[in-house]
C-alpha cells in the first residue's frame, strides 16, 4: 500500500515513504540517490568484473592474515620467497590439512586456516600472473 507521499528527485523520479519503487533513482545504489543523501557512490567497476559476487566478509580473514605476514616479517615479503611457488602451494595444502582435521585455527596467529589457505593461493594467482618475478634457488 502506496503512502501517497512522492518525494520528487533531481533527474526525475520519486521516493516514496514506503519504499516503493516508482523509478531507478530510488535504488539505494544508484549514484543519484547516494548523492542526495550525502553519500558516494560505489566505485564503478565494469558489469562484469564480478566484484558484487565476491564475499567480502570473508576478504577481512584473508587481509588479517597479510597484516599478520607483514608484522612477522615484512610487508611483500611472500614475493622475495625463494622458490615461491612451491613454498605457498605447500603451506596452502598445510593448512588446508589442517582444517579437513578439524583444527579451524592457526595456532600461531589465531586466525582462520582457511584465510591463512585463500592468502597463499592469492599468492599463487600472483605468480601466475608476473612469471618472471619468482627466485629461483
Not at 568484473?49 to 615479503?77: E, S
Not at 622475495?80 to 589442517?98: C, D, G, K, Q, V
Amino acid at each position: 500500500m502506496e503512502c501517497g507521499v512522492r518525494i520528487p528527485i533531481e533527474g526525475g523520479g520519486h521516493l516514496t515513504c514506503d519504499g516503493s519503487r516508482d523509478s531507478a533513482i530510488h535504488d539505494e545504489q544508484s549514484p543519484i540517490f547516494l548523492h542526495r543523501f550525502g553519500m558516494r557512490p560505489p566505485v564503478q567497476f565494469p558489469a562484469d568484473f564480478g566484484w558484487p559476487l565476491i564475499p567480502f566478509g570473508t576478504v577481512g580473514q584473508v587481509a588479517r592474515v597479510l597484516v599478520f605476514g607483514a608484522k612477522k616479517y615484512r610487508r611483500d615479503g611472500w614475493k622475495y620467497i625463494p622458490n615461491a611457488r612451491e613454498h605457498h602451494f605447500n603451506s596452502a595444502m598445510n593448512h588446508l590439512t589442517a582444517w579437513a582435521e578439524g583444527e579451524r585455527f592457526d595456532n600461531e596467529s589465531g586466525l582462520p586456516h582457511l584465510a591463512h589457505a585463500a592468502a597463499r593461493v592469492l599468492f599463487l594467482i600472483w605468480f601466475e600472473m608476473n612469471p618472471t618475478k619468482e627466485i629461483d634457488k
